[in-house]
């Protein structure tokens, strides 16, 4: 049974040309610049008409057809999509999945007699939830796409929506976010099983100690494993930088005697053998992978339900604007 996974990336947008560092845009100053119609009165025209304007350009994207990769092996299209220009929110139902490569089916209780032929010119699809939410009064916005555990069309969707602001000389800059309560309580729920020391520069005598058919690999690194053990995060954290040095042992030939020498790296698993490591030092910033609840398919379906989908990820949503701090303009 495929379960529902979902990835948020908070995203900002930048103008083309524009060097590192400079001022990203104030969404509205993007909308207001670039979804104004001509039929629209510049003196009258109001934020919620602008927004339905850009959700307009993002639909006719798909021009009624599938958007495939590169490669042509995955392709999606809208489904359904749903605009609440009041909350600056798009979302709704986008189907894709793998093209034909002349894949046969079965029965999985019988491989010898094939059921069908998918072929090259055919598509399978999923359906996947995404809700794009990019407010007016902002420079941030959020993006969320649902995935299954083994099936996921991310990159497609985050390209397509990427196209949607290159359009107009503009780059969505995004990364993955995790809301901070989720983190939390996936290490409240976790135990340390591992530990990785990782060291990516070598000098050259020191790599000439290790061995001499070393002694000319710049790019030479080192990465020691510890493992067997399972511990609560709190208290192996706690037990890990009590000594001044992480490693006690004599490792001066690698250049590992210090703890700035090398990188630590600490990985966790929950009851459900959910896997997820983090930078010892910034734990917070764990990356572990969201899933959502059995209850929000649709009843007797292995897929996500629309409506379910957009109550709980609006819920989400609203945690989320309180952690980033955005407070809505009058």
Do not use: C
């Not at 020498?261 to 990985?267: A, L, M, R, S």
């Not at 910034?282 to 209850?295: A, D, F, G």
């Not at 009843?299 to 996500?304: C, G, R």
């Amino acid at each position: 049974m495929a379960k529902l996974q979902l990835s948020i990336y908070q995203f900002v947008l930048k103008e083309r040309g524009k060097r590192a560092g400079e001022e990203y845009q104030q969404l509205g100053v993007f909308y207001r610049e670039n979804f104004v119609r001509d039929e629209d009165d510049l003196q009258t025209v109001t934020r919620d008409k602008i927004y339905l304007n850009f959700i307009e350009d993002f639909i006719n994207l798909f021009d009624n057809e599938f958007r495939l990769n590169p490669n042509e092996t995955k392709g999606i299209g809208i489904h359904k999509i749903h605009p609440y220009p009041s909350s600056y929110i798009i979302d709704g139902i986008i189907k894709g999945g793998p093209t034909g490569i002349e894949q046969e089916i079965f029965n999985v209780d019988d491989m010898v007699n094939p059921e069908g032929l998918i072929e090259e010119d055919k598509l399978t699809t999923l359906p996947y939830y995404f809700k794009l939410w990019a407010p007016y009064d902002s420079q941030t916005g959020i993006l969320m796409i649902q995935s299954y555990t083994d099936y996921g069309v991310n990159n497609l969707i985050i390209g397509h929506i990427r196209e949607v602001f290159r359009k107009y000389n503009t780059t969505m800059v995004y990364e993955r976010f995790i809301p901070t309560e989720i983190k939390e309580q996936y290490i409240a729920d976790s135990s340390v099983y591992k530990i990785a020391f990782l060291k990516n520069t070598l000098s050259r005598s020191a790599r000439e100690r290790l061995n001499p058919a070393f002694t000319d690999s710049e790019g030479l690194e080192v990465r020691i494993e510890i493992k067997g053990f399972n511990n609560d995060p709190d208290n192996f954290l706690h037990s890990l930088f009590t000594p001044e040095h992480i490693i006690g042992s004599n490792l001066s030939d690698l250049e590992m005697n210090n703890n700035d020498d090398y990188k630590t790296i600490i990985y966790y698993k929950d009851d459900q053998n959910h896997k997820a490591h983090a930078s010892a030092e910034k734990h917070v910033e764990i990356t572990p992978t969201i899933y959502l609840p059995e209850s929000l398919k649709e009843t007797s379906k292995d897929y996500i339900d629309y409506e379910k989908g957009r109550v709980y990820t609006n819920g989400m949503l609203d945690k989320i604007k309180t952690e980033i701090n955005y407070t809505p303009s009058e």
